[in-house]
């Protein structure tokens, strides 16, 4: 009986040191990044986040995987004694995104709490000049009939901003020129027209590029894409003016 006793004592205290011998991962400041507002738009966003092994065993990171291809997240260093902290160097660019925007980074390690762990990366994207719309697509394009596609361009500062150059490839033309200014709080609208030519048939695709004075966004890129068909293709044109 005695040595049952003490067998089942010491399997517990074995079972016990067991659980309690185990490597632990804690992201260091928590589990969501917030850049906070960002009116710099022309550079992508980093962070510099520390990863600890906060167990009394080594803890080995196998995969540090971003949500989206926007995202990079090198690790320095994937195998970590007990005490000891490594970091995850975050790049987002934020391409034409605007407003709230959220993204993750999924970090798997052999860490006995939390084997899979999810990093929330967050930032509000205020940009000085906000484009309705960045990706225009025209509804109906045919060989020689000239079409046009428009969206609205806003300023959110409380100065005015002037566009400084404004180009268009494809052949396409716009309704400004340089230089023109958008008044504080105000928006202008662009018109992007076309006549495609029988070269043009099938896909199209083709850029708007605005270049501004303010340092925080010197560039705004607008693309404009459509399906270019036939004359012979197109429905008949209604009649106009006021008869019947």
């Known amino acids: 009986m005695n040595r049952f006793l003490a067998f089942t004592a010491l ?4 079972g016990a040191v067991t659980v309690l011998a185990q490597p ?7 589990t969501t990044y917030d850049w906070g507002t960002i009116t710099k738009v022309g550079q992508p966003l980093q962070a510099k986040i520390q990863l600890k092994n906060t167990g009394n065993q080594e803890l080995l990171i196998s995969d540090v995987k971003p949500g989206c291809g926007c995202t990079t997240a090198p690790l320095e260093k994937s195998k970590l004694a007990p005490g ?3 970091h995850v160097n975050v790049t987002l660019n934020i391409g ?3 407003g709230q925007l959220m993204k ?3 970090i798997t390690s052999n860490s006995a709490t939390n084997p899979t762990e999810t990093l929330l990366l ?7 000049l906000q484009p309705e719309n960045t990706f225009l697509a025209y509804q109906q394009l045919f060989v020689g009939r000239q079409a046009s596609i428009s969206t609205k361009i806003k300023n959110s500062t409380n100065a005015p901003i002037i566009i400084t150059k404004a180009t268009a490839t494809a052949g396409m033309t716009l309704n400004i020129t340089a230089p023109t200014t958008i008044p504080a709080n105000g928006e202008i609208e662009l018109v992007v027209s076309i006549t495609p030519t029988e070269a043009q048939k099938g896909y199209f695709y083709g850029q708007v590029s605005l270049q501004t004075n303010h340092p925080d966004q010197p560039t705004i890129d607008i693309n404009t894409y459509g399906d270019v068909k036939s004359l012979a293709n197109s429905p008949a044109m209604a009649p106009t003016g006021g008869g019947k």
């Open 11 to 14: 399997a517990l205290t074995f």
């Open 24 to 30: 632990k991962l804690e992201i260091v400041g928590g």
């Open 104 to 106: 993750s980074v999924t």
């Open 96 to 98: 034409s995104n605007n």
């Open 84 to 86: 000891e902290s490594t």
């Open 122 to 128: 967050k930032a509000f994207i205020q940009r000085p």
